[in-house]
């Protein structure tokens, strides 16, 4: 048996040691390319049903890549058949080793409705996050850390109908947080520290 194995090994040494090299150049090109202040999403692509008031929507899933950092650099995986990144209409991360909502997600899928960001370790939720998804109809940041929801946060979401801040930190949500949320008749607090609770209906939501 080593006879053997010695023996492919002299014959095919060559090619066994290029073979060996290409894998490190295209390794460290794409260590070069995407440096260690990016992240890479290996992303999961389908039809996913979000219920109220999404129904399905396709949807990437992604597995977060160099994910300690706080730009999106590139999306990968298979579409499916007839599909792009401008399809993807949803985004559900989950999981992951990202504590804030990172910049450039817009450059790869501009026409989101849906964004999920849960169990992540998310600290930290601005207006300026939302400011690239006009359209955005759901949002749920759950399992998280947050400890404050400002007043503006939602100036650039008006379109929003559900959103979900269950089992975060919570201390402080501003009072005029959800004023110009006209379209908003879905609202989850359960399991924070100022309050729990929930609204299925408008009149809650203002109330």
């Given at each position: 048996?080593?006879?053997?194995?010695?023996?492919?090994?002299?014959?095919?040494?060559?090619?066994?040691?290029?073979?060996?090299?290409?894998?490190?150049?295209?390794?460290?090109?794409?260590?070069?390319?995407?440096?260690?202040?990016?992240?890479?999403?290996?992303?999961?692509?389908?039809?996913?049903?979000?219920?109220?008031?999404?129904?399905?929507?396709?949807?990437?899933?992604?597995?977060?890549?160099?994910?300690?950092?706080?730009?999106?650099?590139?999306?990968?995986?298979?579409?499916?058949?007839?599909?792009?990144?401008?399809?993807?209409?949803?985004?559900?991360?989950?999981?992951?080793?990202?504590?804030?909502?990172?910049?450039?997600?817009?450059?790869?899928?501009?026409?989101?409705?849906?964004?999920?960001?849960?169990?992540?370790?998310?600290?930290?939720?601005?207006?300026?996050?939302?400011?690239?998804?006009?359209?955005?109809?759901?949002?749920?940041?759950?399992?998280?850390?947050?400890?404050?929801?400002?007043?503006?946060l939602f100036q650039n979401a008006t379109?929003?109908?559900?959103?979900?801040?269950?089992?975060?930190?919570?201390?402080?949500?501003?009072?005029?947080?959800?004023?110009?949320?006209?379209?908003?008749?879905?609202?989850?607090?359960?399991?924070?520290?100022?309050?729990?609770?929930?609204?299925?209906?408008?009149?809650?939501?203002?109330?």
């Amino acid at each position: 048996m080593w006879e053997i194995f010695n023996f492919i090994v002299m014959w095919n040494g060559n090619y066994i040691f290029r073979s060996f090299t290409k894998k490190l150049l295209i390794y460290f090109f794409v260590i070069g390319v995407f440096s260690v202040d990016s992240v890479i999403f290996n992303c999961s692509f389908s039809n996913t049903d979000w219920g109220y008031p999404v129904g399905v929507a396709y949807t990437c899933q992604p597995t977060a890549v160099f994910a300690d950092n706080t730009s999106l650099e590139h999306v990968q995986g298979n579409h499916i058949i007839g599909k792009s990144n401008v399809d993807v209409t949803a985004l559900k991360v989950q999981n992951q080793n990202l504590p804030q909502i990172l910049i450039g997600i817009e450059k790869f899928f501009p026409n989101l409705i849906v964004l999920e960001w849960t169990n992540t370790g998310l600290t930290w939720f601005s207006a300026e996050d939302l400011l690239p998804f006009p359209k955005l109809r759901y949002i749920s940041v759950g399992y998280n850390l947050l400890t404050t929801v400002s007043d503006n946060l939602f100036q650039n979401a008006t379109q929003l109908e559900y959103l979900s801040f269950t089992n975060n930190k919570l201390t402080n949500v501003g009072t005029k947080t959800f004023s110009n949320l006209n379209k908003l008749s879905r609202l989850w607090f359960f399991n924070n520290v100022c309050f729990s609770g929930g609204a299925t209906n408008r009149a809650a939501v203002i109330d």
